[in-house]
């Protein structure tokens, strides 16, 4: 039976991809927070010899990146390189899940090849791991898939994001008051996401990168409006007008490689995500 490592097992993602993994005949390793600092290369010697690794592990909220980029670099790109020694050493193919990269693109939807852009320390320190994991394989034959899902929801999202923070409002049953009503994501569902890695697994050997997504996007505005026909709401919503630093105003995958090498292309609309959403909570 093959062996998979999923660091940040117990994460947001981290539970949905180890039960894909295990519904698809893996034999799986959970790493989780109390195993220890994954930029550590002491952490990773406790591990036992695997055929893969999906290093989930890693700090993804953007906000808080501006306030400590220094930690979201150290255990960002010091965590994926862990892991690529850790492959390197026992000849394990790498699954590493990057991030949108490709800032404001000048073409949607955006293809693997768009220049990539870090507009944020988050995604510089996605940027460098990259760049890390294209070296490694080059120099030393490191099998890496790197994936890059766009904006990732579903059940266990910590509650700073934008869907919790607005099911929390819509739960209390008051008013919905976001900062901007039309930055415009691809909305994938972490189910979808979960199932991507999962084929990814099964990626040829080498450098392979894969955009995640709907290849759609959806203004805040419109997310809210699904959001409430799918709970039976109609709360008013407004917005404070706040724009975020370097915010982008539209994200749109390109997921054409991802289904043609991959095999993979979501089941989930938006609205059938929401509707998934609310089944589980």
Not at 214 to 234: A, P, Y
Request: aromatic content about 8%.
């Amino acid at each position: 039976m093959i062996k998979v490592l999923v660091t940040g097992a117990s994460g947001f993602l981290g539970p949905h991809l180890v039960l894909a993994l295990r519904a698809a005949g893996y034999d799986v390793i959970e790493a989780r927070r109390e195993s220890g600092d994954i930029a550590d290369p002491a952490t990773w010697k406790q591990f036992p010899k695997v055929n893969a690794v999906v290093h989930l592990a890693g700090k993804s909220f953007v906000p808080e990146s501006w306030q400590v980029p220094d930690v979201f670099v150290r255990t960002n790109l010091g965590g994926a390189v862990q892991a690529m020694e850790y492959c390197r050493t026992h000849g394990a193919h790498l699954v590493y899940p990057s991030s949108y990269m490709y800032g404001d693109a000048v073409v949607q939807p955006s293809a693997e090849s768009s220049p990539l852009v870090a507009r944020n320390p988050y995604a510089l320190s996605k940027k460098l791991a990259e760049e890390t994991g294209a070296f490694y394989a080059e120099r030393f034959g490191l099998a890496i898939t790197i994936l890059r899902p766009f904006n990732i929801y579903g059940p266990g999202q910590s509650e700073a994001f934008l869907v919790p923070t607005i099911l929390n409002q819509l739960t209390a049953g008051k008013a919905i008051r976001v900062q901007d009503l039309e930055p415009r994501r691809d909305y994938v569902y972490v189910v979808d996401v979960a199932e991507a890695m999962v084929k990814a697994l099964s990626a040829p050997r080498g450098l392979r990168v894969f955009n995640i997504g709907s290849g759609t996007s959806h203004s805040v505005g419109e997310l809210i409006n699904c959001i409430q026909e799918v709970w039976g709401t109609r709360l008013p919503v407004s917005s404070d007008g706040v724009r975020r630093k370097d915010e982008i105003m539209d994200t749109v995958a390109d997921i054409t490689q991802a289904e043609q090498q991959l095999g993979w292309k979501p089941r989930f609309t938006l609205r059938q995500g929401m509707e998934a959403l609310r089944a589980a909570v």
